[in-house]
T-cell receptor, first 118, second 116 residues
């Protein structure tokens, strides 16, 4: 099956620094990728939809200047958390849109990145 | 109104018994897909089973089956012969073709604990 990887799997950074999370589709091309945020024991919250070669579409309430998304190629999307603060500590999950699965499409998830800001 | 409702925050089941996790959904789009995912403590989202809105039969995947009641807008997950490794959080999700830009909507999840 299709594989989506994320790097790093966990990261600890100091408040005020920036951290980049990579999401790669390993064996297929993904024109669309999604970034989610998840707090402990809660559901996934969609942050933004990333389309290759164009600007990401952010969900309401998500600061686009804080969460920079770049989808530079058909296999790589990156999420950069700029000037991170402790409240940005969370589990970040990416997913890639796969082939159609009638009447919708497949969605393949990465393993997630646990970010802790100290 | 919530599009996906999972009314059971936590469930317990004895090993080897069957368990049903509830999911109701709300949509006016005739074309949609319903998914169940398992999320163990490691955090990865594991796809379990899929039901398309036009599928006539209930989906089955090994020990997982989906009890799809379209008129009631219900898509319950049935896990047969529970195993200790089934202990995890379970999410029901919906993707609509013509609404919400095709994005996924997730329920709040159900934490399943399998007792030995």
């Amino acid at each position: 099956g299709a594989v989506v990887s994320q790097h790093p799997s966990w990261v600890i950074c100091k408040s005020g620094t920036s951290v980049k999370i990579e999401c790669r589709s390993l064996d297929f091309q993904a024109t669309t990728m999604f970034w989610y945020r998840q707090f402990p024991k809660q559901s996934l919250m969609l942050m933004a939809t990333s389309n290759e070669g164009s600007k990401a579409t952010y969900e309401q309430g998500v600061e686009k200047d804080k969460f920079l998304i770049n989808h530079a190629s058909l296999t790589l999307s990156t999420l950069t958390v700029t000037s991170a603060h402790p409240e940005d500590s969370s589990f970040y999950i990416c997913s890639a849109r796969g082939p159609d699965r009638a009447p919708v499409y497949e969605q393949y998830f990465g393993p997630g990145t646990r970010l802790t800001v100290t | 109104a919530q599009k996906i409702t999972q009314t059971q925050p936590g469930m317990f089941v004895q090993e080897k018994e069957a368990v049903t996790l509830d999911c109701t959904y709300d949509t006016s789009d005739p074309s949609y897909g319903l998914f169940w995912y398992k999320q163990p403590s490691s955090g990865e989202m594991i796809f379990l089973i899929y039901q398309g809105s036009y599928d006539q039969q209930n989906a089955t995947e090994g020990r997982y089956s989906l009890n799809f009641q379209k008129a009631r807008k219900s898509a319950n997950l049935v896990i047969s012969a529970s195993q200790l490794g089934d202990s995890a959080m379970y999410f029901c999700a919906m993707r609509e073709v013509n609404t919400n830009a095709g994005k996924s909507t997730f329920g709040d999840g159900t934490t399943l604990t399998v007792k030995p």
